[in-house]
């Protein structure tokens, strides 16, 4: 517990947004934005210190989204008919496969890491450049694996929630992590300029278009979108970090802390089930009991 | 001729009774699968659905779904600590209201995918379980596939869905922070009251949220 408290804090500090040392800093920030923005955050919510700034981001983002981004979208799917655009998709699939494999190699899947180099290989010369993703038709499945996972998985906890304009929805933990992401992205590599800001442009575009589906769910479905779409973040994080496993939080005991104050202890405590498992013979510990 | 009548009859009765006994205690993966596939197949039959009409869809679940979704289960989820504060009216206002909301979006979720097949990953269970997870894949041409999971659990009159988790996210505990924020402004009347309007908006065709 202690040692996810400490990397807590270090994945915060790495970034310059510690909420825990640097206080006065931070709460000038945050009266500023507060004042900015809302005129106020009476009751700020301890699981979302930011969440005055954060909501001011956020609708900046959704005007950005259904001015520009939705649009530009919408008119991609339109206009490229579905074998290019799945192209396309594939094409950065393939681009993005061999640093999902070191991450999977970082995370100590060796097994999962050779499949991804298997798939760059066949996908670059098979698939032609990776415009078809022979890989997954011979059975190599495609992972879903980054940085941030990386870090999730050595036991760093979730860090603040923050709402960057553009990019998104990132925690302190996965901040830090698209920013290495970044680093290692081959695109980023390019001598020429105009080729690589239109492969940002168009891989921006197809993830994008990616989640039009899920729009008017999303749309639908909240009270509070801004809520929503950051529990359904967290949720969604932490399922890849647990590789679409994450074991069920059973409720009522976490209901204090709610979905945000899960993050950081998890990945520590996946390893001490694991070692509990090991240890009592593969018994895993009782669940917590359901709401009754 | 008459005996041939009865012979018909009884044969039938044969062959039906074990297919009611089998469809009551039909396995969670089994359940899960068969009312997928039944709810798949019509979406890709029905016109109306094709051309997107909510409306329709919903009756489709009303009808083929919900008879194994327990939502009473889902709502006391969704709610978590202060459904124990709430009165058993109040509890049935919060189940049917939720009920409203969550079938609106499962019926997006299952219907923005075009052309999308539903894969099952395979499935183990000990003897005894009465709570499982039944995952499954919805995959459509030129997309990322996306996990879709039930949790069941095994109650008096079967196999009850109780969570629907899309993508790593439950469409139930979503909810918990959200449901919080309106019994803290303003009780559990208030959460239903929030309710009844989003679903009143919804069913005004005013899809955007604030």
Not at chain 1, 207 to 229: G, H, I, Q, W
Not at chain 2, 64 to 74: A, R
Not at chain 2, 145 to 164: H, R, S, T
Request: charged share 20%.
């Amino acid at each position: 517990m202690r040692r996810a408290a400490n990397n807590d804090q270090q994945g915060q500090t790495m970034i310059g947004l510690s909420t825990r040392s640097n206080t006065g800093l931070r709460s000038a920030f945050f009266a500023a934005a507060c004042a900015l923005v809302l005129g106020g955050c009476a009751g700020a919510n301890p699981k979302d210190p930011l969440e005055g700034y954060n909501r001011a981001i956020f609708s900046f983002n959704e005007g950005v989204d259904k001015f520009a981004l939705k649009p530009i979208a919408q008119g991609y799917e339109a206009a490229v008919p579905l074998p290019g655009r799945t192209g396309i998709s594939n094409f950065f699939g393939n681009v993005g496969d061999l640093w999902i494999g070191v991450n999977n190699l970082l995370q100590g899947k060796p097994v999962a890491a050779v499949s991804d180099l298997g798939r760059v290989l066949i996908n670059s010369t098979a698939g032609i450049g990776g415009l078809f993703d022979i890989a997954t038709e011979v059975g190599l499945e495609k992972h879903d694996e980054d940085f941030g996972q990386t870090l999730g998985r050595w036991g760093v906890g979730n860090g603040t929630y923050i709402v960057w304009p553009i990019i998104g929805p990132r925690t302190a933990r996965d901040t830090l992590g698209f920013g290495v992401d970044l680093f290692a992205d081959p695109v980023g590599y390019l001598g020429n300029v105009r080729v690589r800001n239109s492969l940002y442009g168009t891989r921006f575009v197809d993830t994008r278009a990616s989640f039009l589906p899920a729009d008017k769910a999303l749309n639908e479905a909240s009270l509070d979108k801004y809520a929503y779409v950051r529990d359904a973040y967290l949720q969604r994080r932490r399922s890849q970090i647990y590789d679409g496993r994450p074991p069920r939080l059973d409720d009522d005991a976490a209901v204090p802390g709610g979905v945000l104050s899960r993050g950081p202890m998890e990945p520590i405590d996946a390893v001490s089930q694991l070692v509990l498992t090991r240890v009592n013979g593969g018994t895993a510990p009782a669940r917590a009991p359901a709401v009754r | 001729m008459n005996k041939l009548f009865a012979n018909l009859v009884f044969t039938l009765g044969v062959a039906l009774l074990p297919g009611l006994a089998a469809a009551q205690e039909l396995a969670p993966d089994a359940l899960v699968k068969s009312v997928t596939g039944d709810v798949l197949q019509i979406v890709r039959t029905d016109k109306d659905i094709q051309s997107g009409n909510t409306k329709r869809v919903i009756e489709l679940i009303d009808q083929k779904v919900l008879p194994h979704f327990d939502f009473m289960h889902m709502t006391r989820l969704a709610v978590g600590r202060d459904w124990r504060s709430a009165t058993p009216d109040q509890q049935k206002a919060l189940a049917a209201e939720f009920k409203t909301l969550l079938v609106r979006t499962y019926a997006n979720a299952f219907t923005s995918y075009k052309d999308q097949s539903v894969d099952f990953k395979p499935f183990k269970m000990q003897a005894g379980e009465t709570d499982v997870l039944v995952r499954s894949e919805i995959k459509q041409p030129g997309g990322k596939p996306v996990q879709l999971d039930y949790n069941l659990a095994k109650e008096a009159n079967g196999w009850k869905v109780y969570d629907v988790i899309v993508a790593g996210v439950s469409l139930v505990t979503n909810y918990r922070e959200q449901f919080g924020q309106e019994v803290r402004a303003g009780g559990v009347d208030g959460l239903v009251k929030s309710l009844q309007k989003r679903n009143a908006e919804l069913a005004a065709g005013k899809s955007a949220a604030k």
